[in-house]
């Protein structure tokens, strides 16, 4: 998860810029670099690799400046190297990025036809240079970033600092997080509040869609249709488990929150926006090869694997077995030699899903993980490993590790079904497009919370709630009981939609809610019958889907949560939003410890 720090000081702020990386490392890194202003205009230094290389690249070239930007990247969009570090640069401005831009292809056509060159591989400067263009025809700093956050879709993070303005910096944030720091005759710009600690204890946070202007005088904040804001300027204490929450009740929220920005991260680094393609790291076996797909996982991991295993059987034709580490070994499976067994952990450290690792790789498997932190015991074990940008987590219940596993698996999956012949260039371009889009998408479902507070609300009594679902809406239907269960202590459980009547349905009364996982695809009229199957026994439904979902059955239920219009393929990305929202907000009537709820643990590091 890549970061930002920006300094209007007065002094030298490259110590500061710095020591504010240093502060960002934690979030995983593989280039840095940093851009002050100076007499003559913008002058940057960036290194591939950790921190000690940009300060050998400082030490043999100094830099220095009274107002700069600075980055750690993560790669997404082109390999680790100098040339894709950031700063960004252009003759007019330097500019740092977190996050994606969903629209680069369009908007990198239009600037190459208007004599815009490039010399990355990233989405990130098609943002420099969109907001030179306005510069070039004329506009303000101020205006130029007006205009280009109009045409800039995705979610994203950006501070930008511009030639011959040496009291401005301008920061924007639409789904990632973005932080002000405020100081006596100078201003901070941060990823969060932990980077801006040493500088100052006073902090502001950007609001969805906002957008500031710094000045060392101080801070205005504009909303996404740039009327001026105000924002509330906290007092921090300084500590890291304190700030580590911005100014959110509990870190479970501050990771509903962060998707958009860390489900863009991950999907960068393996989608490629020019040609709409997915490219993977190199892998040891050919995909045409591969006689079937064992993935193992626990808890929230395995819903992940049950929901790939309708991908990769829909668009790789490929059979996936699914199946719960904990059980795995034991059943003495039978695996077919050179076959492909694939590992989910956010930790990389479950016990379980080590041992069945294990297992696997002494039965001649490729082992491959999917994993949070790659240089835990699972990435060790491994052949080769996809390392979600999902940044730490802390709350115990997963959520953003969650959907950027979904992320990850989806774009393996592509990649599988491209090198399988099972799709083509065309198919494969409408499927990128479409997880191009969930960034952006998630960020909209986020505004929502009000909503789905209130439908906690109705539910947050109950004693017993059901949750169904049909296709991958089966698995999104499982992992919102988990949630449930984990978070509130509230007995609840997932059911395919289609096995209600085969005994579930003997549950149903007009005490027991049922949120019914419902998106506008080849299932919904098989879900929506069941729905009236349970609304006929007057349970209390709670129905999520599209615009055109509730239209048709959104009168009939209790509450509807409305979400985006969206690919089926990408739908329990999404869908997953929702009914983790409706999870946090019912154990916060409830009066539960959300981030350490009882009996659990982060990492289950025992069988």
């Not at 710095?18 to 670099?33: F, N, Q, T, W």
């Not at 926006?273 to 064992?294: A, G, Q, V």
């Amino acid at each position: 998860m890549c970061g930002i720090i920006g300094v209007l000081g007065k002094q030298d702020v490259v110590p500061s810029l710095v020591d504010g990386l240093k502060r960002l490392e934690y979030r995983g890194y593989d280039s840095a670099g940093i851009a002050t202003l100076t007499s003559d205009g913008i002058d940057r230094r960036r290194a591939e690799g950790k921190l000690v290389n940009l300060e050998a690249v400082l030490d043999g070239n100094n830099l220095s400046g009274l107002a700069g930007i600075g980055h750690t990247r993560w790669a997404t969009h082109g390999v680790p190297n100098e040339t894709n570090a950031h700063p960004h640069m252009t003759t007019q401005i330097a500019l740092v990025h977190n996050g994606i831009i969903e629209n680069y292809r369009e908007l990198a056509e239009e600037l190459v036809a208007k004599g815009y060159a490039f010399e990355s591989e990233t989405d990130t400067e098609i943002a420099a240079q969109l907001i030179s263009s306005y510069l070039d025809d004329g506009a303000s700093p101020k205006d130029a970033m007006a205009q280009s956050l109009q045409r800039l879709q995705g979610a994203f993070s950006i501070a930008v600092i511009f030639k011959k303005h040496d009291d401005l910096m301008i920061g924007a944030r639409r789904g990632a997080p973005l932080a002000v720091g405020w100081g006596k005759g100078e201003m901070f710009l941060g990823s969060d509040a932990l980077a801006l600690a040493p500088l100052t204890s006073s902090i502001s946070y950007l609001e969805e869609d906002d957008w500031v202007v710094l000045t060392r005088d101080g801070a205005v904040f504009y909303d996404k249709n740039n009327q001026e804001v105000t924002r509330e300027v906290k007092q921090t204490q300084l500590s890291g488990a304190m700030i580590g929450k911005g100014n959110h009740r509990h870190f479970m929220m501050k990771e509903i929150v962060e998707q958009p920005a860390v489900i863009g991260e991950t999907l960068s680094s393996f989608f490629n926006p020019r040609s709409r393609t997915i490219t993977l790291p190199d892998l040891p076996f050919d995909w045409k090869d591969l006689p079937k797909i064992t993935i193992v996982a626990c808890g929230t991991s395995f819903y992940a694997a049950m929901i790939a295993k309708y991908w990769f059987e829909k668009v790789a034709d490929l059979s996936v077995e699914v199946d719960i580490a904990s059980e795995f070994r034991y059943r003495n499976m039978p695996l077919r030699e050179g076959g492909l067994a694939m590992f989910i952990s956010q930790s990389g450290e479950t016990a379980d899903t080590l041992a069945a690792l294990k297992y696997a790789k002494e039965n001649g498997q490729h082992i491959g993980s999917i994993i949070n932190v790659e240089e835990s015991s699972m990435g060790r074990e491994s052949d080769f490993v996809f390392h979600t940008q999902a940044g730490p987590e802390i709350g115990v219940a997963s959520t953003k590790a969650f959907t950027c596993q979904l992320v990850t698996l989806a774009c393996i999956a592509i990649d599988a079904g491209v090198q399988r012949g099972v799709i083509d260039h065309e198919e494969e371009a409408r499927l990128c497009a479409a997880i191009s889009e969930v960034p952006a998408r998630a960020a909209e479902i986020l505004e929502s919370h009000v909503n789905i507070k209130n439908l906690a609300e109705k539910i947050f009594e109950a004693n017993d709630i059901l949750y169904i679902g049909r296709g991958t809406g089966y698995p999104v239907a499982l992992e919102g009981a988990l949630k449930l269960k984990e978070l509130s202590y509230i007995h609840a459980e997932g059911y395919a939609a289609g096995e209600l009547k085969h005994g579930p349905i003997a549950l149903i009364d007009d005490t027991v809610p049922v949120i019914v996982v419902a998106p506008s695809d080849p299932y919904f009229e098989k879900t929506a019958s069941n729905m009236q199957e349970v609304m006929a026994r007057k349970a209390r439904v709670i129905f999520l889907s599209d615009a055109a979902g509730i239209e048709q059955l959104g009168e009939h239920a209790v509450g509807s949560i409305e979400l985006p219009s969206v690919d089926p393929f990408v739908a329990p990305i999404l869908y997953a939003l929702p009914v983790q929202l409706l999870a946090y907000y019912v154990a916060v009537l409830k009066g539960t410890d959300v981030d350490q709820p009882r009996n659990l643990a982060k990492s289950v590091t025992v069988e």
